[in-house]
């Protein structure tokens, strides 16, 4: 999985696609919200955004096939239900009253995660910069008035996900404790979703000095309903030499050491895209997030890694998940840097085949000439076979979007539903309730960053929830 965030927005993948773009033709393109930031460990605030011997498979541009229109599918259309197009959105936190000294702008990790029934929901987001605490915040139709709530990190805030029907977990890379001397660690932040309010449990999944001392740390975690989980991760192991790893994480309470798989001088060759773990059997790991291909690394049921295959070309997985019939739901972003364009393909494949798909068996959910054209805000990865993005879209980055497409390539809805006053910077979308088909009602919510009389940038959070019919 790639986290809620997380996901695509900050992708390096899909960042540089419009870094190429010279002159004119890449005047579309816009920066996804902390894009370029660093933190104290060396991580980037702006990205998220595997030794076996495998075969090689091809992942080109090329032999891809075009979903097309489908006349038995017909577009969504979604309204807001609380407020409307031209506002009464309600506002979970406002910025603007920090002092201009400290960050007033939120980075790209957003996540949202359902409690009880799914009629209410989680959210967690975090400040740009060196930051002790997280936010949490707590939305639903009725819920107004929660103030905000601080979770004590002494770190960054890297992904978050549901656990099992009862508890959310977020990971934290803790790099400033004042006990903190033997390095940076991993915590666990596990959530209560029955207990609103409360104050997560906290236990380390890495012990102190397993990520190394330089920084540059990365972590994505992909959980099954058992309570085990498998953690990608990359960090500087020298100051010149970056590592990618994995682990097994069976009991919280006890820390891991982390599974070396191999090392590189680009930090992008070494970062994990996505992981996704099959219950009782093995983890598929992706690393990389540049134009030149990537590594898919197999980590068995006991721990050990398995084969490992590189996908060369231009296709890069960005998302895998677990598909609601047992199936692997893949998406991957396909650059090409000659025809200036960027497509989304989406497929689903038996998990045999987790380690020989190939990007010509996707199929094109989406084609841009621009990131603009692309709501992409953070990602919560398929929710009941459907990928579901709410973000920013057009030149000024004004303009609240949402795209969400099926695991067989067909857009299901696409739509701008308001003009904003400010950039909107992150937006994620999660269905309300139990509905696990594609119309009915959903959570939404965003940040937008405006300008203060004095032109310094703040943030502010909303929440609102869309019926599509």
Known sequence: MLPALAILGGCSVINQFDDVKAGPAGAGGAPTAGSGGSSPDGGST??????????????????TSDAGPDATVRLLNCRFVIGSATGGHRKLDDFSQIPNASERVLADKFFMMPTGNGTSVRILTQLRGQQNTYSEYFASDTMTGFQPQPIVSNGRLLDAHKL?????????????????????????????????GAQPTIAAITNPGALGTSGSIEGIFSPDPMGTFTVAASFSATGTV???????????????????????????VVRPSSVVRVAGGSSYAFYGETFRGQR????????????????????????????????????????NTTALTLKLLVGQFDLSQAMTFDVTQLVT???????SEVPVGALSGFVGDILLFGGPTGLSRKELSILFIDAMGRVRAEQKLADTPGEVANGVVFPR?????????????????LLDPAGQKYDTVWYDQLECL
């Open 46 to 63: 702006g990205g998220n955004g595997g030794s076996a011997t495998g075969g090689s498979a091809t992942a080109g541009s090329g032999g």
């Open 164 to 196: 099992n029907v009862s508890t959310s977990g977020a990971l934290i890379i803790e790099t400033t404790s004042p006990t903190m001397v033997e390095g940076p660690r991993f915590l666990l932040h596990t959530f209560d979703d029955a207990n609103v």
């Open 242 to 268: 970056f590592q990618a790893a994995v682990g097994i994480v069976r009991q919280p309470s006890q820390p891991i050491q982390l599974i070396p798989l191999f090392q590189d001088a680009d930090s992008n």
């Open 296 to 335: 898919e690394y197999e980590i068995k049921s006991d721990g050990t890694v398995g084969p490992m295959r590189a996908l060369t070309g231009t296709a890069s997985v960005l998302l895998a998940n677990m598909s609601l019939s047992g199936k692997l739901d893949v998406m991957m972003g396909d650059v």
């Open 365 to 371: 959910a989406k084609e841009a000439s621009s990131i």
């Open 433 to 449: 309730g139990t509905n696990t088909g594609v119309t009915g009602n959903y959570h939404i919510a965003w940040s937008e960053t």
